[in-house]
């Protein structure tokens, strides 16, 4: 995906979270966008391909949603405007934009083993003191990190693995 692309999915995920918070429906609405997307990643080849009629998309796109609901005329929409392949940025946005209405931030932590839940409830703590606001962890196990782990919240990024720890102490050798 091209940076451009990231930026038109925020926009559509933000006219559609402004459309769902108007009839209050904004968290029913992102349930069921974040399982059409996931529902609809098998079918994104044929909905990209332009020799399918755009009538046979749309057809393909409302099976199982309701005639005339906020989600069946967003996703025509996509269809309409050759946008399709955008569905899974545009889900991911809108989530983002669910937690920052509840006030709460997403951080994705990967770990070399699993926490314990000393270590877990201490680490989301320290975490929503910097942030200033609820945070949920997304924890995840990653073979590759040898020790340690890395945070990535919003922009930042702390990295406290044992590989950044040596990267850190290389350059810091070298006089980089």
């Given at each position: 995906m091209?940076?451009?692309?990231?930026t038109?999915?925020?926009?559509?995920?933000?006219?559609?979270?402004?459309?769902?918070?108007?009839?209050?429906?904004?968290?029913?609405?992102?349930?069921?966008?974040?399982?059409?997307?996931?529902?609809?990643?098998?079918?994104?080849?044929?909905?990209r391909?332009?020799?399918?009629?755009?009538?046979?998309?749309?057809s393909?796109?409302?099976?199982?949603l309701?005639?005339?609901?906020?989600?069946?005329?967003?996703?025509?929409?996509l269809?309409?405007?050759?946008?399709?392949?955008?569905?899974?940025?545009?889900?991911?946005?809108?989530?983002?934009?669910?937690?920052k209405?509840?006030?709460?931030a997403?951080?994705?932590?990967?770990?070399?083993?699993?926490?314990?839940?000393?270590?877990?409830?201490?680490?989301?703590?320290?975490?929503?003191?910097?942030?200033?606001?609820?945070?949920e962890?997304?924890?995840?196990?990653?073979?590759?990190?040898?020790?340690?782990?890395?945070?990535?919240?919003?922009?930042?990024?702390?990295?406290?693995?044992?590989?950044?720890?040596?990267?850190?102490?290389?350059?810091?050798?070298?006089?980089?």
């Amino acid at each position: 995906m091209k940076p451009a692309d990231r930026t038109l999915a925020a926009r559509y995920a933000r006219a559609l979270f402004q459309c769902a918070c108007a009839r209050g429906e904004e968290t029913a609405d992102a349930a069921d966008l974040s399982a059409c997307s996931a529902a609809l990643a098998a079918a994104l080849p044929l909905l990209r391909d332009p020799r399918v009629a755009t009538a046979d998309k749309k057809s393909l796109v409302r099976r199982g949603l309701p005639q005339g609901s906020l989600l069946a005329d967003f996703l025509e929409l996509l269809i309409d405007k050759k946008r399709f392949d955008l569905l899974p940025l545009v889900a991911g946005e809108f989530g983002q934009l669910i937690l920052k209405k509840r006030g709460v931030a997403r951080a994705r932590v990967r770990t070399a083993r699993p926490l314990a839940e000393a270590d877990r409830r201490r680490l989301l703590e320290r975490l929503e003191a910097f942030a200033g606001c609820g945070v949920e962890l997304e924890l995840c196990e990653d073979p590759e990190l040898l020790g340690g782990l890395t945070v990535r919240l919003g922009d930042w990024v702390l990295d406290s693995s044992l590989r950044g720890q040596l990267q850190n102490l290389k350059e810091a050798i070298r006089g980089d």
